[in-house]
């Protein structure tokens, strides 16, 4: 089981990215994948989730800048972020658990099993 983080980089403030969390071992489908950062100094923080069953869960502060999707065919989970500000650097990260997890769960980093190993965004002028 493995799950590869890759996409990060350096954007300008106001930019977008968008990170690709790709699985290997195990299929997406049946799988909640959660997004999660790091940023320097503090603690992780759940960003988005996308569960087997279609829906998803975007954390208040990032709503409508923050969209995650899958693609099955290519056994992938995409976190599009748009309008990045300087308080969206960070190490983010894709975790993996089966089955479904309710909202309160979903974007609770002690619920998942399977982690990737993180790619950096780092917005700066």
């Known amino acids: 089981v493995q799950l590869q983080a890759s996409g990060g980089g350096l954007v300008q403030p106001g930019g977008s990215v968008r990170l690709a969390c790709e699985a290997s071992?195990?299929?997406?489908?049946?799988?909640?994948i959660g997004w999660f950062r790091q940023a320097p100094g503090k603690e992780r923080e759940g960003v988005s989730c996308?569960?087997?069953?279609?829906?998803?869960s975007v954390a208040n502060s990032m709503k409508g800048r923050f969209t995650i999707y899958r693609d099955k065919a290519k056994n992938t989970v995409y976190l599009q972020m748009n309008s990045l500000t300087f308080e969206d650097t960070a190490v983010y990260y894709c975790?993996?658990?089966?089955?479904?997890?309710?909202?309160?769960?979903?974007?609770?980093?002690?619920?998942?099993?399977?982690w990737g190993q993180g790619t950096q965004v780092t917005v700066s002028s």
């Open positions: 975790a993996a658990t089966r089955g479904r997890l309710i909202t309160s769960r979903c974007r609770h980093d002690g619920s998942y099993d399977y």
């Open positions: 996308s569960r087997p069953d279609g829906s998803t």
């Open positions: 071992g195990f299929t997406v489908a049946d799988h909640t």
